[in-house]
DNA sequence: CTATTTCATTGACTTTTGTCAATACTATTT
DNA sequence: AAATAGTATTGACAAAAGTCAATGAAATAG
């Protein structure tokens, strides 16, 4: 149990046997069944999720009613709300199990202790942070700057797994299509 | 010198006098004049501003040589190509000065040797990059799920100083328009 | 195994946004 | 003061993306 926790807490920052006892006491598991939710928009996020196994997406409504998939979670990827995990205040975003999930989550309780007695918890949880900033800034620049060939070649450049198991609608809301452009999209691409 | 610099970290987490110096030691003023360059696509980058004072940009260059404006920096904001500064690849932006400015540069080893000295400045370094994560989610979901008009109400609202001190085809950049649709995009909201 | 929901594609048409060109106004430079 | 560069707006038209509807295929549930 929580085997890809660790594996990736340790590539970071390496953990003595006594400090991995010591996160291990603060971390809590929790499975999803495909389609349940994580997080309803609204609720206090009161923890972050770290996805041994499954995958999930966190998004918002539209005013049409559209989900607007604003990032995906995959194995060893972290998922939350962070803006309502941090500031207490109603989350913005749902998130919900893709397939079925298994998850690390840590409590804000625990973060917050985490953060206090345990200096590479700190530095873990800013390395996280800075990679997923610079992730999305990658997002952003592209969405500003590249067609949208570009921008579906670079997303399956990037993200080969979740193309293979996330069906396209998903893919175009999260690149702001609909999904019929984005069918076109790929059709225009496999012709040449 | 440094003011506003002090001012932001001990809002954040409060220095004592003698941790000031010592972090003080590390900075580097930098003044910029309208039009300078900070940082050039290609060049790596090897530090982060804080600005003290003027206003900044950083973009990339599209294939038609349009800018698309990725981040602007005003006082009390840090402003980076935090790719290139983490990995030591080169810059994937440039940086430049949209007023006069005045700067307080951080240089990578200055900033790593900090990170390891003060505790107190990597939890500055984690909380800085989480606002600024933050905040980029929010634009992000912004351009997934809202209208021009909303958008454009949005960044008043939440940047009225930008407004004011920032040309019209600047914004429109950032908001991934052109100056023309952002030009109509206005006309349609004082007509109201 | 069958029925149903989900998914991807395609076509016809509409709406939105971009492009190009002209104009006018402002700020800056010489 | 005149010349220049930068800025914002508007119009006519083109291109891109969305909408709606129909179809068929694949996945899932009963």
Redesign the interface.
């Known amino acids: 149990m929580y085997e890809l926790f660790f594996q990736n807490f340790n590539k970071k920052i390496p953990l003595t046997r006594e400090e991995e006892l010591q996160v291990k006491r603060y971390l809590t598991p929790k499975k999803l069944r495909k389609k349940q939710y994580l997080l309803q928009e609204g609720d206090i996020c009161k923890s972050i999720a770290f996805i041994e196994k499954g995958a999930l997406k966190a998004y918002?409504i539209?005013?049409s009613g559209n989900e607007?998939?604003?990032q995906f979670g995959m194995e060893g990827w972290v998922i939350s709300d962070?803006?309502s995990f941090?500031t207490g205040e109603p989350a913005?975003y749902n998130i919900d199990a893709i397939e079925d999930a298994e998850l690390v989550l840590i409590g804000k309780q625990a973060h917050e202790e985490l953060?206090q007695q345990l200096?590479k918890y700190?530095?873990f949880?800013?390395l996280n942070?800075?990679g997923?900033?610079?992730a999305?800034?990658?997002?952003?620049?592209s969405?500003?700057?590249?067609s949208l060939e570009e921008r579906y070649a670079n997303f399956i450049a990037l993200y080969p797994d979740i193309v293979q198991r996330v069906p396209q609608h998903m893919i175009a809301s999260y690149m702001?299509l609909t999904p019929e452009t984005l069918s076109r999209v790929r059709q225009k691409m496999t012709r040449k």
């Open positions: 918002s539209d005013e607007r998939i604003i962070l803006y941090i913005t953060l200096p700190e530095t949880t800013r942070i800075t997923a900033y610079i999305m800034q990658k997002r952003l620049t969405i500003l700057s590249s702001g």
